[in-house]
């Protein structure tokens, strides 16, 4: 799987959002490394902190599903109408992520066209894991 196909399905799972309170919509494509990928979308609610991240929802398909091997993850988001040039994962996301996948998950931000590559570790450095337990 290239990049810039990860980047088209995160894309692609925009479609898919329920964001009538925000108008911004975010996809995510999680990769496991054994190629397999699961998609999802920002999922908004009435009562706003029910509101679930797009990188979750994809992240606990996943896991719920019995994936534990992950390598990369794309995410694209932007108003209704308009993709982002970058839109970046929130610090839940990145601590939800920490859990399941290792320091040097590849993560794609961006849009199909244009995006760069991270890895979790320059996104959450230091971060609190089951080591520090
Ligand atoms: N959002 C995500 O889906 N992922 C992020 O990492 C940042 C924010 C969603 C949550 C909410 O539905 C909307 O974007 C605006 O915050």
Redesign the pocket.
């Known amino acids: 799987m290239k990049d810039c196909e990860l980047m088209a399905l995160a894309e692609a799972a925009r479609a898919r959002?329920h964001?009538p309170?925000?108008n911004?919509?975010?996809g995510?494509a999680l990769l496991t490394k054994s190629g397999k990928i699961y998609t999802g979308?920002?999922?908004?609610n009435a009562a706003f902190s029910v509101?679930?991240?797009?990188?979750?929802?994809a992240l606990f398909k996943a896991v719920s599903e019995g994936e534990s091997e992950f390598s990369a993850i794309a995410?694209v988001?932007g108003r209704t109408g308009e993709t982002a040039p970058f839109?970046?994962?929130?610090g839940?996301?990145r601590q939800a992520l920490a859990e399941f996948c290792p320091k040097d998950l590849k993560i794609l931000l961006g849009n199909p066209e244009k995006f760069q590559a991270y890895t979790l570790e320059e996104l959450l450095p230091y971060s609190f894991t089951e080591e520090n337990l």
Do not use: D, K, Q
């Open positions: 959002s964001s309170y925000s911004f919509r975010v995510a979308c920002n999922i908004e509101t679930v991240c797009a990188e979750r929802v995410i988001g839109c970046s994962p929130c839940v996301c």
